[in-house]
């Protein structure tokens, strides 16, 4: 084996796992504006999220696909091999009930002059926890969409984070280099749990001030919710030495969700 090659393999390997841990307690090294491109590992709830791509592609990012078939019809070798049919069965029921409830909102006033400077608020419920991430966006387009700002939307300061017991959260802005601005669109919110046998889900808050684009015109602005699934339920979960509670399937199970508000188009005057 060449040098190069054995160092790609121990990279990987090594790699690996600290990807899984950062993804499933949500990205705490990424305190800046991201896409939900990005997301990779993410399964899409949704074919309305990837308008105009081929279908067969689009049924392999559904969540039916991406992440449940695998649950349903566990593999030699898969983490969920271990689980009971029954026990597999109540995965899958806990992971569409968060699926079913998750959702976000975005509060934003429909009409404002050029440059005005405006609060707007995303309000998100559901979610498996222990971490969700909102991010702005211009477009609902997973592949397509791009952070806010690169409409025009300027965040003017750290975003305001309430989580799940109406706590003020700076966990994650306060990670953000102090020598950079620290208005970013994109925001980790921590403590969310949900007990999905039970119907019980958390809502969780963010508000940004934003300063409007400087041009007339008719600007989109939405918002993205980044949600895990398999750790709101007992079958889904598994601990880890050294890096705690972890879903089940492990980084490669998709078990994350991608989802979006309705778009707004917002009037500049």
């Known amino acids: ?9 121990s990279f990987a390997i090594g790699f690996v796992p600290a990807l899984a841990s950062a993804y499933a307690g949500g990205t705490p090294g990424y305190v800046a504006d991201v896409a939900p491109f990005c ?38 070798g898969s983490p969920y091999e271990k689980l009971s049919e029954s026990q597999r069965a109540e995965l899958i029921d806990a992971i569409k009930r968060i699926d079913a409830v998750s959702n976000v909102k975005v509060l934003a006033p429909l009409s404002v002059k050029a440059g005005a400077i405006i609060e707007v608020t995303v309000e998100a419920t559901g979610g498996g926890g222990p971490v969700v991430g909102i991010g702005l966006v211009d477009s609902n387009q997973r592949w397509q969409a791009s952070p806010a ?9 750290a975003p305001t984070i309430l989580g799940q017991k109406g706590d003020t959260q700076t966990e994650f802005t306060d990670r953000r280099n102090k020598a950079l601005a ?16 039970n119907n019980q889900f958390g809502s969780v808050r963010v508000t940004y001030r934003l300063k409007a684009p400087a041009g ?54």
């Not at 700002?149 to 300061?157: F, Y």
């Not at 208005?183 to 999905?196: L, T």
């Open 1 to 9: 084996m060449s040098r190069l090659v054995s160092f790609a393999l």
């Open 39 to 76: 997301a990779s590992c993410h399964s899409s709830t949704s074919d309305s999220q990837l308008i105009g791509v081929p279908e067969g592609r689009v049924r392999n990012e559904l969540a039916a696909t991406k992440h449940l078939a695998k649950i349903e019809a566990a593999k030699t």
């Open 149 to 157: 700002p690169s409409r025009g939307w300027q965040v003017l300061e």
């Open 182 to 197: 620290p208005g970013i669109s994109y925001v980790n919110v921590y403590g969310v749990s949900a007990d999905p046998a």
């Open 216 to 269: 007339a015109g008719t600007y989109p602005l939405g918002a993205v919710f980044f949600y895990g699934t398999e750790k709101g339920s007992p079958n889904g979960s598994v601990e880890v030495p050294g890096r705690g509670k972890q879903p089940l399937g492990g980084f490669t199970a998709n078990s994350g969700r991608v989802k979006f508000s309705d778009i707004l188009q917002i009037a500049v005057q």
